[in-house]
């Protein structure tokens, strides 16, 4: 089955303007882009989307730092910092979460997901084969791994030691299945995993080729902690424990990290994972974006959680993002929307382990959003400044259709791949049940 996408505007983060054009995806990919010229008769196809010049194909949106199945927790512990957020209201409800209820509480992350534009997440949690199960079931691509976190044995055997069998037993059930699932080395944070731990998952990692995703330095707390109990820098930290050394590293957050560390350490394998609205809600601080954007080091967006966003809404990251920084910098040439829109969809991608994603280029793989011009909002945009459109008037609402491989996991409001009320019927059941005493 064929799909020509027929006079819309092209855009992705590597161009420096959209093109107004045709392209036509078969076979899970993109075969021709060629300019619109009403003298000359599109590629044939089996089936048009009729765009007019009034629709928008962008690449799909990833998400490079979430927790899925926390959507169950929404709304838990507002305006309590990180720290006392995770101790006194999210690990406690956790504690009481089962392979079923993570899950449901996926699947009603996905449907949020893609109704917002998002084709790939990479998450972080537990019970990690429901994640991936949920996400091969809905046709959405995953990057996924087990946070591995210290604590007391279990039956004799460490809990870290438990918690890296299990991630390791996750990358031979899924990784590459069906080419939606990557699995990475989850480790949690560095108040989480003792010093010579890491360094084993690090080794781990280079024995076995994956990538890693690793909270750090979301909190002012972290940086105190590294210092005061590890006594040693933060930089000294990443160098020592042999994490830079990994290619596709993902740091989430990095909210207290130096940028002059992008002159002095290699960090060509390295992805920033920047979270700025959950950053904010949690009172964490803000990333310093800006001096990052000319370090040899890959930038990409997440959300965080939906318990500390509290959504799950890329594209209003993007505009956070976009706005956040030229407040903070008081500079409004900061953070162009175009470097915003490669973190939020080629960046994010590479980082996840998925190649030829996240750029619109023949051969690469057709992951779009297409987005609806014919809006009041949209009224003068053209191929010059459709990014900055996109970026500062457009908004998930515009979102008509969410395609991953060629095929529709969202169009207008329905999605063929998975039963929408069902879903919502289990995650309500799980909400309830998981807050009872």
């Not at 765009?51 to 979430?66: E, T």
């Not at 995770?86 to 997901?113: C, D, N």
């Not at 001096?291 to 959300?303: P, Q, R």
Request: glycine content about 10%; some cysteine.
């Amino acid at each position: 089955m064929s799909t020509l996408f027929k006079d819309v505007f092209i855009l992705d983060g590597e161009r420096k303007k959209a093109q107004r054009g045709h392209i036509l995806v078969s076979k899970g990919r993109i075969q021709t882009i060629v300019a619109s010229d009403m003298s000359k008769t599109p590629p044939a196809a089996d089936k048009t989307i009729e765009g007019g010049g009034r629709m928008a194909v962008l690449p799909g949106f990833v998400n490079a730092h979430s927790h899925a199945a926390m959507v169950l927790l929404r709304g838990l512990g507002e305006e309590l910092p990180l720290m006392e957020w995770l101790q006194k209201k999210i690990w406690p409800v956790e504690a009481k979460l089962t392979p079923e209820h993570i899950y449901w509480g996926s699947l009603s992350a996905i449907l949020e997901m893609l109704a917002t534009g998002t084709t790939c997440f990479t998450d972080m949690y537990f019970e990690m084969d429901g994640v991936a199960k949920a996400a091969v079931e809905a046709g959405i691509r995953a990057a996924v791994c087990r946070g591995i976190v210290a604590g007391p044995p279990v039956d004799g055997v460490p809990k870290i030691d438990r918690s890296i069998e299990n991630n390791l037993a996750l990358f031979e059930r899924w990784h590459g299945r069906e080419g939606l699932i990557t699995v990475q080395l989850g480790p949690h944070a560095p108040y989480t995993v003792p010093f010579e731990d890491m360094k084993r998952v690090v080794g781990i990692a280079k024995e076995r080729g994956m990538g890693i995703h690793f909270h750090f330095l979301e909190t002012e707390f972290e940086l105190g902690y590294i210092k005061n109990d590890l006594k040693m820098t933060p930089d000294k930290y990443l160098a020592e424990t042999g994490i830079l050394e990994v290619p596709g590293t993902t740091l989430a957050h990095g909210v207290w990290m130096d940028p002059e560390w992008g002159s002095t350490l290699d960090m060509s394998n390295v992805t920033i994972a920047h979270c700025p609205c959950s950053n904010m809600k949690l009172g964490s601080g803000v990333m310093p974006l800006d001096a990052w954007l000319d370090k040899k080091v890959g930038l990409a967006i997440g959300t965080d959680g939906a318990s500390s966003n509290n959504r799950l809404d890329m594209w209003g990251e993007m505009r956070s993002a976009a706005l956040l920084h030229k407040g903070i910098t008081r500079n409004s040439a900061s953070a162009p929307p175009l470097d915003i829109l490669r973190m939020a969809t080629f960046e994010g991608a590479r980082a996840a382990g998925f190649a030829q994603k996240g750029l619109i280029c023949e051969g690469w793989v057709a992951d779009f959003v297409l987005v609806d011009l014919d809006q009041p909002h949209y009224v003068g945009v053209n191929e010059e400044n459709l990014a900055n459109y996109i970026v500062y008037s457009g908004s998930s609402a515009d979102i008509k259709g969410t395609m991953v491989n060629g095929k529709w996991l969202y169009k207008d409001g329905a999605y063929p791949t998975v039963d929408k009320d069902e879903i919502l019927r289990k995650a309500r059941e799980t909400r309830e049940a998981i807050l009872k005493n």
